[in-house]
């Protein structure tokens, strides 16, 4: 019900910065929270960053003071401002929103789905 597309990975050598966008549509009005995954080869996808729509966030600790997430709302668009970039931020990253809708119940019984983007790369050189 809301998609995703994520844009603005690529190649960077390290120390340097990039931002992500993830452009939302459909309906925007059930995104309850959306944050930025990554995955590396051969490990699990990770929660790199998270916002709720009272604009507070949380971060994994690896990205703490060295990225940062925002969101323009006019726009229905997030960002991922990434600074300092590592080998080790080497991923594709995945961004993801949070529906909260609820179910035809008695009383209504609320429900999270999960919509999620394709992902962009991005490299990091050393």
């Known amino acids: 019900q809301v998609q995703l597309v994520e844009s603005g990975g690529g190649l960077v050598q390290a120390g340097g910065s990039l931002t992500l966008s993830c452009a939302a549509s459909?309906?925007?009005?059930?995104?309850?929270?959306m944050g930025w995954h990554r995955q590396a080869p051969g490990k699990q996808r990770e929660l790199v960053a998270r916002?709720?729509?009272?604009?507070?966030?949380n971060y994994a600790d690896a990205v703490k003071g060295r990225f940062t997430i925002s969101r323009d709302n006019a726009k229905n668009t997030l960002y991922l401002q990434m600074n300092k970039l590592a080998p080790e931020d080497t991923a594709v990253y995945y961004c993801?929103?949070?529906?909260?809708?609820?179910?035809?119940?008695?009383?209504?019984?609320?429900?999270?789905?999960?919509?999620w983007g394709r992902g962009t790369q991005v490299t990091v050189s050393s």
């Open positions: 993801n929103a949070d529906l909260e809708m609820f179910l035809a119940t008695v009383p209504p019984r609320p429900v999270i789905e999960y919509s």
């Open positions: 459909g309906s925007i009005d059930l995104i309850s929270a």
């Open positions: 916002i709720k729509n009272d604009g507070s966030t």
